[in-house]
């Protein structure tokens, strides 16, 4: 039985130092992610966020949006610039961003309908927005 | 492209001296590799996979440079590159990032003016 024990903890040392250099990778792994992804987003936000502060407005406009919640909205907008300007991993996680990508494309829809840009520029404002987004999902460990 | 450019031929990063370079994608992928060497930047993608993506998005630019907003969708693409290097331009980046993303700006520019005459 004592022999048993001996192997079963030798197994588990064994196990636990052939884990432990992916786990020391997986958290290096994660810290460059974050070290590269986040000044990218960082220096991206102004360009998204004029596109969602623009969607946010349009919808308030056009009544698709009651003022109070097109001012939550913004709330919600300052909140995640805080996160990324801050590195709050915890708060950039739980932010709203498929709500902040949605009115993103509706103010990016509303240029090109008041004739502000043309679709070949919708689709360059669209590529970055979808860049941004992928960006995100990878710091919100969702890819 | 070609997997190695001739030697005497090699353009120096950031040189855009002769207009007509900036659309070949080997200048893109010169211009990142030895710009990130130089400046001591890690690109989150390979100056190669970044440069196709550039030729692309400046062919894009081209064919867009006569719609309104031209300027934004510059700025647009500067930040998709950006995000996907791993570029940070703001004022809290490393000068030698934003050093880098104005030499992309400025090829996208370049490139995406020349293809368009």
Same mark, same amino acid.
């Given at each position: 039985m004592l022999k048993l024990f001996w192997y079963v903890g030798a197994l588990a040392l064994v196990a636990l130092v052939a884990l432990s250099p992916f786990q020391a990778s997986s958290c290096i792994s994660a810290r460059t992610q974050q070290a590269t992804l986040l000044p990218a987003a960082r220096a991206a936000w102004p360009g998204v966020e004029a596109d969602f502060i623009r969607g946010v407005e349009s919808s308030v406009a056009a009544a698709r949006l009651s003022a109070a919640a097109g001012e939550a909205l913004r709330d919600a907008g300052r909140e995640f610039e805080s996160a990324l300007e801050s590195s709050n991993m915890a708060a950039l996680r739980v932010a709203p961003w498929p709500t902040i990508e949605r009115y993103a494309e509706a103010g990016i829809e509303d240029r090109l309908s008041v004739g502000e840009i043309g679709p070949g520029v919708m689709a360059s404002l669209l590529e970055r927005l979808s860049n941004f987004a992928r960006t995100i999902y990878r710091l919100q460990g969702a890819e | 492209m070609s997997d190695e450019a001739p030697a005497n031929s090699a353009p120096k990063w950031g040189?855009? !001296? @002769? &207009?007509?370079?900036?659309? @070949? &994608?080997f200048f893109f992928e010169s211009m990142l590799a030895d710009g990130a060497s130089v400046l001591g930047i890690e690109l989150r993608e390979t100056p190669r996979a970044l440069a196709l993506y550039m030729t692309e998005r400046a062919a894009h630019l081209a064919s867009i !440079?006569?719609?309104?907003g031209f300027a934004l969708a510059v700025i647009a693409e500067r930040d998709s590159v950006a995000l996907r290097a791993g570029l940070a331009a703001n004022d809290v980046a490393r000068a030698g990032d934003r050093w880098l993303l104005g030499l992309v700006q400025g090829a996208l520019s370049v490139a995406a003016r020349v293809l368009a005459t």
């Open positions: - | 040189d855009f !001296s @002769d &207009p007509n370079r900036t659309t @070949d &994608p !440079s006569h719609e309104p």
